[in-house]
């Protein structure tokens, strides 16, 4: 006999494939692969207890502060160990109980949304002379090519702006950004380029998001989250997917010492509310964006890329920008143009904790290093099932 430890990230169906344990087997044991880390904020000690208890019963685990069975305190925190199957079990148990049990029971019902995408990449074209990249912009003789450099070397999305959203700039009139965009856009939907892949416009201005979507554009990437009800409404009308991203304060000064007293909790609140707004409107296709450096500290950028696994429970694809942005400076001193090992880095981890849209600067090395990533997550054990 021969003995071999595997990764984490083992794909735990396609391994009992090989092994050829039947299908219904698969479907049952594949999600006992998988252990989930649920941290319960203000959990009244009662329904704490009860909750312990059920998470034994089914294998799982609850741990708790002690004092926690003699109910010293009203509430406590505590971090909820389980497989998905397991989670399954203690919805289901969790429906029937007091002490605030039956959130818990929904929440965990909504985790069954979660399937993750495969991983696309997204590339950026700027059209504005002060986008924080030097190496992202374009005028609009070299635009064309570069898009289809982009769409050449495996981008599934290519995003356009025309406006800078870099912390400190400022907004522009509706016409200037028309008159950056529009030559581009036209070139686009002359040469059928959105065709090939999924065009998006970086912008939350009604009259250029309008004059794109009737050019084939099928691609909000909205940083305000639909703050504009007209935006929403031009998404309904054109049956255009939208990215909704979460920014604290514009542009101008979300850097200006950004707080939150629950980055996580207050990020889901934001996307609850929009994609509430969003299906109002007749939005259907919706990508969610947690906004790194929008309105937020290293600290907050690295939780949520760290814990963005949480956003999937809405049950829409996640997507990840952080490309060269200042964050990677703050643990590297760095200029922009020396940040592309860092931005790697971020964007794997982004992936391998639920992201499936990278939007970047770099296609080639990003759709490279998605391609050694995916192979290294399909690699199962040497031979049939031996190390």
Known sequence: MTCCVLAPSTDVGALLQTMEVTMEGVKILEKKGMMNLIYLRDLRTPGANILK?????????????????CCETHTVDALLMATDAQLKALARKARVQPFGLKALSSFL????????????????????ADSFFRGSRCEKD????????????????????????????EAVSEEEEMARIQPVVDAVYARKLHEKAVFSLDSYTPK????????????INDITGLANDAVAKLAGEYGASVCIMHMQGDPKTMQHNPYYED??????????????????????????DVGIGFGKTLEHNLLLLKHQRHFLRFGYPLLVGASRKSLINTLSPSSAEERLGGTLALHLEAVRNGASIV????????????????ALEKTLVQGKHTC
């Open 53 to 69: 208890q059920d998470a034994l019963s089914v294998g799982a685990d609850l741990a708790v502060p002690r004092g926690t069975i």
């Open 109 to 128: 019902h909504s985790l069954d949304n979660a399937n993750k995408e495969n991983p696309s990449v997204m590339g950026v074209v700027n059209l504005n």
């Open 142 to 169: 070299t635009a064309l090519a570069r898009i289809e450099t982009m769409i050449a070397q495996g981008a599934r999305y290519i995003d356009i702006g025309g406006v800078s959203s870099r912390p400190g700039s």
């Open 208 to 219: 250029c998001l309008e004059y794109a979507l009737s050019h084939g554009f099928g691609l």
């Open 263 to 288: 980055v996580m909790g207050e990020v889901d609140a934001f996307f609850e509310q929009r994609i509430e707004k969003a299906t109002a409107f007749g939005v259907e296709k919706i990508i969610l």
């Open 359 to 374: 939007r970047c600067h770099d296609v080639f090395e990003h759709v490279q290093a998605l391609r050694v990533m995916e």
